[in-house]
């Protein structure tokens, strides 16, 4: 078990999509709510599309918040998309939800402005900040597939692994530790996303070194 990809099971609408998009690179998930699968996991991805606030109460509910940050706490390999890096941050401004808290920041509303169409929905460039073992044999500038109405701030440059401009220039990919989290669809994202989910499954297999992100530019 403990070399089996856990993604936790919450009723997140990109579900079944995100463990598809993982057996498809052979890393054969289980898609679980039980909290001892999360602790004997041999890495973790949460998914999640939809409302902050749904979000955080479908994970209370299944007892599963305490679970996740003793996971992370311990650094162990872990991958959020979408609401799975959304949820990590202090709180979003959708609804004033808090959430997990585990890394600093909060998510904010892409504000109005002529010609900007929210959601931001569609396919969007993505750049590296420094090399990553998940971005490995993706070129930045690589494009990737999003669905949001609202997008991570960290006061925390370091976390910053990729950056995405819709309006503004926002973190669509962080990363500290074992830690990854993406903005994007990686499963919705055709051969670059399943990439990124062959890269993360081998990266978490092989314990590589965690890079460093004062490499960053």
Not at 32 to 60: C, F, K, Q
Not at 186 to 214: C, H, I, M, Q
Request: charged residues 20%; hydrophobic residues 40%.
């Amino acid at each position: 078990m403990r070399d089996r990809v856990v993604v936790i099971d919450y009723d997140a609408g990109n579900l079944r999509s995100v463990a598809r998009a993982l057996d498809f690179v052979g890393a054969s998930p289980l898609v679980s709510a039980e909290p001892a699968d999360i602790a004997a996991a041999g890495a973790l991805v949460l998914p999640g599309v939809g409302a902050a606030a749904d979000t955080m109460r479908n994970l209370r509910e299944r007892g599963l918040i305490e679970p996740i940050r003793e996971y992370i706490a311990a650094d162990r390999p872990f991958l959020g998309v979408c609401m799975g890096l959304q949820t990590l941050l202090e709180r979003s401004e959708e609804g004033g939800q808090e959430c997990l808290g585990i890394l600093p920041g909060v998510v904010r509303r892409f504000p109005a402005q002529p010609g900007l169409k929210v959601p931001h929905m569609g396919w969007n460039t993505i750049e590296w900040r420094y090399p990553h073992p998940v971005t490995e044999g993706i070129p930045s500038g690589s494009y990737f597939y999003f669905v949001h109405s609202y997008h991570p701030t960290t006061p925390d440059a370091s976390l910053v692994l990729g950056e995405t401009e819709y309006g503004l220039r926002f973190p669509s990919v962080l990363a500290r530790g074992y830690l990854v989290a993406t903005q994007c669809h990686p499963e919705k994202s055709g051969r670059d996303g399943l990439r990124f989910y062959a890269n993360f499954v081998r990266w978490a297999r092989d314990g590589a070194p965690v890079p460093a992100a004062a490499a960053a530019p």
